[in-house]
């Protein structure tokens, strides 16, 4: 089966490239490279032994995007190309929702046009806002606080009326909790071009030494150790996912809106924790005032997932630690 993955060279796209292109689909990466190198094509080679075809692009480019679903023969998208930095969406909003809601409107019209009419969208627990009941599911009030959860929110609105519209299509919404980790290879992972702004990364970082501290965003949070909670999710266990999304859907016509998490909360002094026994390392940590627009709690409700998908997370956290540290000594030595 043919794939295309917009977005096909950025984190979590790369590594489900690895797994369908083990599986035996044939994946075709296309991205305007905007936050990820071309080089994550060949990594991805030296891990499966076989060619991913990348295509360098921009998904608001609906005329390029028809040709190559039609020359390619493409059978399903998975759309994974967006901007994902919340504070950056607050500061340049027209940017958010020209790239991820006219870019998805782009795609969309491309796919009509081409007759490719299965897509697995990638969502976010962000569209939730803050719960109003733990764990989320997916009826949960759909309140996202920030532009780029608008966007994602909006997105999901719109591929439901497409799905209304045109019983044709079949549309899975993943709604993605807290994605760490990397492949177990260590040739590709999670490598923000700038200062990260999320947990891992961050602590990556600091575990270098590129970086003198972890801030820890608010310790008077009412959670048990008083730090923020949230449900962390190897990024192997959400590529499997996809694969999982894919096979539903070649069963399943209509909308649907599906999470993958674990199920489970780890504050944030647990996963430094952690990762400095896995990696028997040290990290530096002071608490610093909470990080405007953070919730207190966010985990999960993933038996919609299960019973549809058949799909669970399998991996542990530790497991998260150790493949996120191992990705990262791996690129500096
Ligand atoms: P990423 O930035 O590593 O990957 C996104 C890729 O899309 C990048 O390679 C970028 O160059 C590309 N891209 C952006 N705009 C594009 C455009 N207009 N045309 C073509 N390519 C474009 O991010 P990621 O962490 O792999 O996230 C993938 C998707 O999952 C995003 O849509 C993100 O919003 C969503 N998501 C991520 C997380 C997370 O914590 N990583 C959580 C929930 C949802
Ligand atoms: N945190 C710190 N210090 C840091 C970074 C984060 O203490 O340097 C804390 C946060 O306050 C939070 C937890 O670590 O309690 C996780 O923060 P992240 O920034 O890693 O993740 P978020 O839950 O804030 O958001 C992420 C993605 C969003 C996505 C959301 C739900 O960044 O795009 O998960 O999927 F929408």
Redesign the pocket.
């Known amino acids: 089966m043919n794939i295309l993955l917009t977005g096909g060279t950025g984190y979590i796209a790369s590594h489900t490239a690895v797994v369908l292109s083990s599986l035996g689909y044939k994946v075709f990466l296309y991205d305007n490279l905007s936050n990820s190198k071309r080089q994550v094509v060949t990594q991805i080679k030296k891990i499966t032994g076989s060619a991913v075809t990348f295509i360098k692009g921009d998904i608001r480019d609906s005329d390029r995007i028809v040709r190559l679903l039609k020359r390619k023969k493409i059978e399903a998208v998975i759309h994974f190309a967006g901007l994902?930095a919340?504070g950056h969406s607050v500061d340049r909003p027209i940017d958010y929702f020209d790239n991820n809601v006219a870019g998805t409107v782009s795609l969309v019209r491309a796919m009509n046009l081409a007759n490719v009419k299965t897509m697995v969208f990638s969502s976010?627990?962000?569209v939730y806002g803050n719960p109003t009941y733990l764990p989320l599911d997916e009826i949960h009030p759909k309140l996202a606080v920030n532009p780029?959860?608008r966007t994602k929110l909006h997105i999901e609105e719109l591929l439901q009326d497409v799905s209304d519209a045109d019983a044709e299509w079949n549309i899975s919404c993943l709604r993605?909790?807290?994605p760490i980790g990397a492949h177990e290879s260590g040739f590709i992972g999670e490598e923000p071009s700038d200062r990260p702004?999320?947990?891992?990364p961050?602590l990556v970082q600091v575990a270098l030494g590129d970086l003198p501290y972890?801030?820890?965003?608010?310790g008077d949070y009412p959670t048990p150790d008083g730090?923020?909670i949230?449900d962390y999710v190897h990024v192997m266990d959400i590529a499997d996912g996809h694969v999982a999304a894919l096979d539903f859907l070649s069963k399943n016509g209509g909308w649907h809106a599906l999470n993958l998490g674990t199920g489970s909360g780890c504050s944030?002094f647990e996963l430094v924790r952690i990762f400095e026994e896995t990696n028997q390392c040290q990290i530096s940590a002071k608490v610093v005032e909470r990080?405007p627009g953070?919730v207190a709690e966010?985990y999960a409700c993933v038996e919609k997932a299960y019973t549809k998908l058949g799909w669970r997370a399998k991996r542990t956290i530790p497991d998260m630690c150790y493949s996120a540290w191992h990705f990262r000594k791996n690129r500096v030595v």
Request: hydrophobic share 35%.
């Open positions: 994902k919340v976010s627990a962000t780029y959860g993605y909790f807290n702004n999320n947990l891992m961050y972890l801030r820890v965003f608010g730090t923020g949230r944030v990080r953070d966010s």
